[in-house]
């Protein structure tokens, strides 16, 4: 009996002690809920803004290819004999039909003249015997190998003619020359290569262009070069011909574009990087480059309105040398961009504009 009394009492003072703990806790509700710790309010992120700038601009199709004469031979000789003076050499401008260079002549005179007496000697006999005919006392036959005689002559002489004339090598075209190939003295043949000659005024670029874009290239669009002899000068060019049939191998169509060259600057064989002026804008939405963020297909920016940073995915276009890009669609002319924390923006971040920035 006073065990069961001595476990009734310890019961009593059990219940006693948790029910002094509910009141201690009951007491305390208001100041413990004053006292919860809160999360402390997120830093607005500094950046760097730029408005968006609207001004004219072109939309360029780049490529890269090489400089060729518009017109390019090599000048053979057309007859044998000793060279025996050179009118033009290396680097020099020549004009159509201008004579280049002079091959002995004196044997080839010699037999025109001679050629010239015996037509001379025909002729008369021809007349003669055009009479002699006429009182029957020579036959047909013998009058028509008369005028054989006469023809045969004058085809001589005429072939001499010819071959008389080539003793002077003439230019076949305006241009400038790219070699010399002989030298007063040498003996040369028909076919033996005497200068190598480049019309080069204008020039042609000839590249090849990726093939998805076809439908943005036509000919006579415009077309600006750059070499690297002349880094700081573009070269005005025009888009003439495009390959009606695209390269299997590399999936590109070939290109070629007309280049004027007065000032003879541009040589035939340069590299060059060209762009096609496949669009003119006036009114092109700008941004800076380091305000656009590219990954995994995606392209967008940040468009900072009431200090807070809301992401916009957009469509770009051309680059141009000051690190500008054109913005083709996801901007108004009135929009402010982030150009810094790029990394750490999110949207709807709230954010706080370095003084100086905006």
Known sequence: MSGATGRVGRALAAVAAC??????????????????????AQEALQITVVPVAVRPTKRLLKFVGTLFGNEEVTLSSQVEGQVTALHADLGDQVRDDQVLL?????????????????????RA????????????????????????????AEAQ?????????????????????IKRLVSVGEYVRPGTPLFGIVADDPLKLRGDVPERF?????????????VDAYPDTAFDAR?????????????SISVEAEVP???RKLKAGFFASASIVTRADDQAMVVPETAVVSFAGVTKLFVVRDNVAN???????????????????????????????????????????????S
């Open 102 to 122: 002079d091959i002995d002549d004196d044997s080839m005179r010699a037999q025109l003249r001679e050629i010239e007496a015996r037509l001379t000697k025909a």
């Open 311 to 357: 992401e916009r995915h957009v469509r770009v276009g051309t680059r141009d040398e000051q690190g500008m890009i054109e913005v083709v669609e996801g901007l108004q002319a009135d929009d402010v961009v982030a150009t810094s924390g790029l990394a750490k923006l999110e949207n709807g971040m709230a954010v706080s504009v370095r003084k100086g920035d």
């Open 261 to 263: 060259n007065p000032e």
């Open 214 to 226: 076809a439908q943005e290239i036509a000919v006579g669009q415009p077309v600006q070069i750059r």
């Open 157 to 177: 002489r005429d072939s001499l003619t010819v071959n008389l004339r080539h003793k002077r090598v003439r230019s076949p075209l305006t241009g400038s020359v």
């Open 19 to 40: 029910a002094a703990l509910a009141g201690c806790a009951k007491s305390g509700d208001a100041p413990v809920a004053a006292t919860t710790v809160t999360a402390p």
């Open 125 to 152: 006999d021809e007349a003669r015997g055009r009479e002699l005919l006429k009182n029957n006392i020579i036959s047909p036959q013998e009058y028509e190998s008369m005028q054989t005689a006469v023809t045969v």
């Open 239 to 251: 888009l003439v011909r495009i390959s009606p049939a695209a390269n299997a191998e590399n999936r």
